[in-house]
Structures are given as C-alpha cells and as structure tokens.
C-alpha cells in the first residue's frame, strides 16, 4: 500500500521509452510504480495482483482491445480512476474516451508538471466522487429499506427514483417508471377537477412547503384501487433552488377498517346502553296499555253479543275497530323495541322452541307484504327442535322475507319468494329464503351483515342497516351460521342453519297438551309498583281466578305472613325499595313453599346481577309487554305444576 501522500500508479503503455520516462519521473514525484504494461490482459492481470491507486492508460496499447476498452474493464471491476494518455486527439477517440468517465488527458509530448498536474486533479477528483458515492450510496439504501414508500421526481414531475415499498404499492418497477410523468405512475381516486397528486405537487412546488394529503384510494398498475393510503408532498429544496419533489405514502387500509370498527363499535355501545334502558321506560306501559286494550276488547265483544240494537252494535263495532288499531299501534312499538334489545349485551334465558312455528308466525305476519310483491311458495320438511328465543327467532325470519319482497322488482305475477325448511346433512335445522330479486354484488355481500349498511336511499327513510346485523346477532347467539349467496331462481338466497337442541319434541308437545286443556282455577298475587301495571293484570285475570294487587312489596310480605293460600305470585323485578330479589329472598323464609311459585317480570333485558339470579333460582320470567293469552298461559303452566304436586 502506498504511504501517505504516494499513490500506487499502474503504467499502460506499449511504447517502452515512454513508459520508462514516465515511471522515472512518477517515482521522483515520490509515488510508488507498481507495474508498466502495455496489453489490456496484462494490466487486468497487474490491478488483481495490486490495486492502483490510478491507472496513466495510453489510448493506443498492444493487443485487440485499445486503451479505451481497457480502461472501462479496470473502472467497472477495480473503480479505480483512469487518466488517458494520447497523442491522439480527433473527436471520435476524445468522444468514447469521454463515455469511461476519465478523471483527465495528458497529452504526448508531455512534461513532468503535466504529468504531476494531471494526477494530484485526478486523485483529489476521485476523492471527492468517493465521498459522493458513498453518501448517495448510504442514502439510496435507507430510502429503499425504510418501511414508507417514497418516491423522488424532478422539477417536472418526472420520476428519478422508487423504493421498494412504493414498487408494490404502486405495481410499478423503478426500471418502467423512471423519466415516466408522476401522474402516470401514482395515481389516486379521483372526484371532479384536478387529479389529488398533480395538485399537491404543485402546490408544494409554488409554496416550497410540504404538503399532506388525507387518506385517498391508490390506483394500482392493474387498475385495481383496493389500498387506502395517506401521503405528503415536499419540495426538494437546496438552498434556494427546486431540484424536484418527494412524495411520501404508507398503506393505512387496515388502520382505516380498524378505527371505521371503532367507530361502530363505539355507536353500538351506545345502542346498547339504549336498548338496556328502553325496556324499562317503554315496556312498562306498553304492558298495561296492551293489558287494558285486551281486556276492552273482550268485554265489548261480550256485550255487543248480548245488545239487539243494531245501531248499539254498529257503535259497539266502531269501537272495537278503533281498538284493535290502539292494539296493533302498541305491538308495532312494541315490535320496534324488541328491534334494539339484542344489541343489549344482556343475556336471555333461552329454550327449546320449533322452528316451523316461528317461520309459520313469520309467513303470516309478512303474507301482504309479500303478496304484493311475488309469488310465494314454500316446501316444508321435518326440521329437528333448537334452543333459543321464538320472538327473536321469528324476527329473524320476518326480517328475511321483508328483504327479499323489496329485493324483487317488477308485477308480482313475474316473480318468486321460496321458503325452504328442513334438515341439513349434518343434522342442523335449516331455513333457506329465496327471491328472483337483482341478487346483490359481491361487495354489497361482505358488508351485508355490518351494522348500519344499508343498500336503501337514504331519501326513503328507511333502511336503518339494523336488520341484517340484528338477524346475525340472533343466529350466532343460536350458535348457528346465517349466509348470503346466490339462488336458483337468479337472486338472492339466504341461508339460516342452527344446532339442533338434542332434547326429545315431547317436551313442547306436552307443554301444548297442557295449553289446550281446560282452565285452572287458582289465586294469584300480583306484585308491581306500577298501579295501572297492577291493575290491568287484575282485569285480565279476575275472570277466572281470585286475584290480590299490591303495589309495594312490603305490603305483599305482610299479606304473605298471613299464611294466605296462593297459587301464583307474578312479581315485578325492578321496584324501589325492595326489589323482586328480595322479595324472593323474604319468601324463602316466611313461605318457602311459595319460593319457586314466583314468576317475574322484567321491563326489558336484565342486568347483569338480576340474569345471574334469575339463572341460578331457574323460575319462570315473563317480558314487559306481555299479551292477554301470554300472561293466562304462564299462570296456567304454574297451576299445572300445582296440580301435578297434589
């Protein structure tokens, strides 16, 4: 290795004298010769055994390859730099001299000083280009390893440079984008006016100031525009020249899903707070006004039997039309409250129920509807029992056939609405529904299921996007599996499968046997803060049992201490002062007998303490609001079990 200040020089020369002129002055000049050739397959052969510090080339050398050739070779495999040594100097030589990038000329006949001159511009040339590289190197490979993709063009707009990151996000190579226009290669989603990045660039460059962009769709090479990605625009800037912009950009598809989730979670949380404190506020009086509009509604019938007038009947009739829309008002709202309780993150006693009886009920609250609008058939088949809740599992089904008469378009003798029930292969109970409806695209279908999607105008005023997401949380609250697919008939199908519940249908049979049977006879306290609550319970059930009211619970312990005979307590859960938990919880130690006769009554979902009590004592619950036949026949159910004791 050369000492500080000597360069190791290789002389390529096919002329002897002057490559021992040459060596003899170099060495006087104190530098270290470290061979003088005169072929190219010579002078490779010098710089493997010792790399030169610099190479003196002359143009014209021994050998089928000239100087030139050979000092491309020595630059390309050993970067060393190169000066020519010519006598030379017609254009066309200078010109592929000058292609090998040479660090300088010496021109024969030349002088010590123009050899001295020519390597001290050479060596400290090749210095300062050493330095550059290695800067340019060091910063390529960061900007190529960082984790954004970047991606650097000229004043113009032209690219210069990609990374990696920016290669796959854009599916464009360095190689096919370099010297391409910016808005060719990175291309966003575009609304009306001008193109987003053509812009910000512009922008950057007018006010030399970075520019950010929020999240926007990337088209890809393909055309494909499936990446979200959120960028910035920076002028390149030294000192006060433009030398070309950088755009910076990362891929935020998965962060804008997720903090989109967030936000429905955090709506859904909300709904859920709503839906657990609605039933209370709602379903209390719905109880008593569908209580009292019964209990009207059966006492007018009585009496217009018994009235000969006509014209008192046909006033009697007007009346009881007028009810029967109070009636069907208060189910509606009533039907609209069950809508939002199963978002309450509130659990429900489930049971065995029959499926066929709640697609049944579900056919025949939804037959005008549908009629209007298709041609409906059904095929039914066995189906094995499952375990869940008949309102909610009837709303899942209504929700199903409501969608598919408002998916079908056109008379409705030119389409179709199939219900399919039965067994699935392995045994689960299945429920198809089918339409001849425009069936739904493949991106509709991902999100058919998200709360709040929805795929009716907004102007209509309908289309909460609740449905589906509210059949999804029954299904899988079922432990079964709702689907949406393409139907045989050209639209869409839905697809409902659920566990069966591996308990014998004697059960249910049995509980219908019980039903149809005749009335029992019993006494029933009724238990409830609410007056009107308490007394349209009295009116319901007076007629065929004796019936005591009392609207504080301390007034019901005193009557209970009297050792009273009861067959029946129905009693609130939620009252002030003493709540239904301890009531029950008094009855155990004053009436242990009457203990398990208790049924309560709930507003809505339970709380959480109260679902733990009300699963762990295993007695029977009714839900505010409650029909006329509802509440008989949870009052006849326990007076068969009193029948069954005796």
Avoid at 35 to 48: K, L
Avoid at 232 to 244: H, N
Avoid at 361 to 385: D, S
Avoid at 564 to 572: R, S, T, W
Wanted: aromatic share 4%.
């Amino acid at each position: 290795m050369a000492a500080k200040g000597q360069l190791g020089v290789l002389i390529v020369e096919d002329e002897a004298l002057v490559a021992r002129d040459l060596a003899f002055s170099l060495v006087e000049m104190g530098h270290d010769v470290i061979a003088t050739v005169d072929s190219c397959v010579d002078a490779v052969q010098a710089a493997r055994d010792r790399t030169p510090d610099i190479v003196l080339m002359d143009i014209r050398i021994k050998g089928d390859t000239d100087g030139v050739e050979t000092a491309d070779r020595l630059i390309r495999e050993f970067k060393v730099p190169v000066v020519f040594i010519t006598a030379y100097t017609d254009q066309e030589t200078l010109d592929r001299a000058a292609r090998t990038r040479p660090y300088g000329y010496i021109v024969k006949p030349f002088t010590d000083r123009d050899v001295r001159s020519a390597i001290e511009v050479a060596r400290y040339k090749h210095e300062a280009d050493t330095v550059v590289a290695e800067r340019e190197r060091w910063f390529s490979t960061t900007l190529r390893s960082i984790g954004d993709a970047v991606i650097a063009c000229s004043a113009d707009q032209r690219i210069e440079f990609m990374n990696r990151v920016a290669e796959h996000l854009t599916g464009w190579s360095e190689r096919d984008a370099k010297g391409k226009p910016l808005g060719q290669i990175m291309r966003l989603a575009e609304t009306d006016g001008e193109p987003i990045v053509e812009r910000s660039v512009r922008r950057a460059i007018e006010q030399r100031v970075p520019q950010t962009l929020p999240p926007s769709w990337l088209v890809d090479r393909g055309g494909e525009c499936n990446r979200m990605i959120d960028d910035s625009v920076a002028p390149i800037l030294y000192e006060d020249e433009l030398l070309g912009v950088v755009i910076v950009f990362r891929d935020v598809t998965e962060k804008q899903r997720m903090a989109e989730q967030i936000a429905v979670t955090d709506r859904l949380i909300v709904l859920g707070t709503v839906a657990a404190s609605v039933g209370h506020e709602i379903n209390t009086p719905l109880a008593y006004n569908l209580a009292n509009i019964a209990f009207a509604e059966r006492e007018l019938h009585e009496c217009r039997a018994a009235i000969a007038s006509p014209e008192l009947q046909d006033r009697l009739r007007q009346i009881l039309d007028a009810l029967h829309d109070a009636h069907s008002g208060a189910e509606r709202i009533s039907s609209i409250a069950a809508e939002l309780r199963p978002f309450s993150l509130r659990q429900q006693v489930d049971h065995e129920i029959d499926v066929r009886a709640c697609l049944e009920w579900a056919i025949k609250l939804t037959t005008n509807q549908v009629r209007h609008a298709a041609r409906f058939n059904k095929h039914v088949g066995p189906t094995p029992p499952v375990i869940g809740n008949e309102v909610r599992l009837s709303q899942v089904f209504v929700n199903l056939l409501v969608n598919a008469a408002e998916a079908v378009v056109g008379s409705a003798e030119a389409n179709e609405i199939v219900v399919v029930l039965g067994t699935a292969p392995d045994g689960w109970a299945l429920v198809e529904v089918h339409d001849t409806g425009t069936g739904v695209s493949a991106q509709t279908a991902g999100r058919i299921f998200e709360p709040f999607f929805s795929t009716k105008p907004s102007t209509t005023g309908s289309g909460s996007g609740l449905g589906l997401s509210i059949c999804r949380a029954i299904v899988e609250g079922m432990q079964g599996r709702i689907s949406l697919g393409p139907s045989h008939l050209g639209g869409a199908c839905f697809r409902v499968l659920l566990p069966p519940a591996g308990i014998s249908v004697a059960v249910g049979q049995t509980d219908k046997a019980r039903a149809s049977a005749v009335p029992r006879q019993g006494h029933v306290l009724v238990i409830d803060d609410e007056p009107l609550v308490a007394r349209s319970l009295k009116r319901l059930l007076e007629r065929n049992h004796t019936v005591t009211v009392a609207e504080q619970a301390s007034d019901a312990l005193a009557w209970l201490k009297r050792a009273i005979p009861c067959d029946v307590v129905l009693c609130d859960m939620l009252m002030p002062g003493t709540s239904g938990i301890e009531v029950y919880e008094q009855v155990r130690v004053l009436r242990p007998e009457l203990a398990t006769k208790i049924v309560f009554m709930t507003g809505g979902e339970p709380e959480p303490k109260v679902a733990d009590f009300l699963a762990r004592i295993g007695n029977l619950t009714i839900t505010k609001p409650f029909t006329a036949g509802e509440i008989e026949a949870i009052v006849q159910q326990m007076l068969a079990l009193r029948d069954e004791v005796h």
